[in-house]
């Protein structure tokens, strides 16, 4: 930061404040200048990207945009995976509360799965891809 001793608008003396915490907004601050006559203060030097780094930032916020498209789309790939689970579960309830589920043989048990998925296609091509 440039240090000025002397105000450029009334030439009066410059004076350092320290760092500290406003009184008014309870924010902490840097340390400042300020005239101790007229209450000139040096513009803030800005942080900003050099020209030739101009092409990092966009890169940088270009890969901030994409880590987060991702995280969307992950997100929206557990609630999908979390509701086809949840709903197998549900069809393997429905399954074993049939009466003469128990008495089945493991091929009449499969043959019986087949058909209900079968008929799971079915249903959800008409009703959800509306073939
Ligand atoms: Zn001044």
Not at 79 to 108: C, H, M, Q, R, Y
Request: with cysteine; proline share 5%; hydrophobic share 30%.
């Amino acid at each position: 930061m440039t240090k000025y001793e002397q105000c450029p608008d009334c030439q009066a003396k410059i004076k350092t404040v320290p760092a500290g915490i406003s009184k008014r907004t309870g924010k902490s601050y840097d340390e400042f200048q300020v005239c101790s006559n007229c209450e000139w203060k040096p513009p803030r030097e800005q942080k900003f990207y050099p020209r030739e780094k101009e092409g990092i930032k966009a890169e940088y916020v270009k890969e901030a945009q994409e880590r987060k498209a991702d995280q969307i789309n992950e997100a929206q790939k557990r609630k999908e995976d979390s509701i086809a689970k949840f709903n197998a579960f549900n069809a393997a309830i429905e399954l074993v509360k049939i009466p003469s589920w128990k008495g089945l043989t493991p091929e009449e048990k499969n043959e019986i799965l087949s058909e209900v998925w079968e008929l799971q296609d079915k249903i959800y091509q008409k009703h959800i891809l509306g073939f």
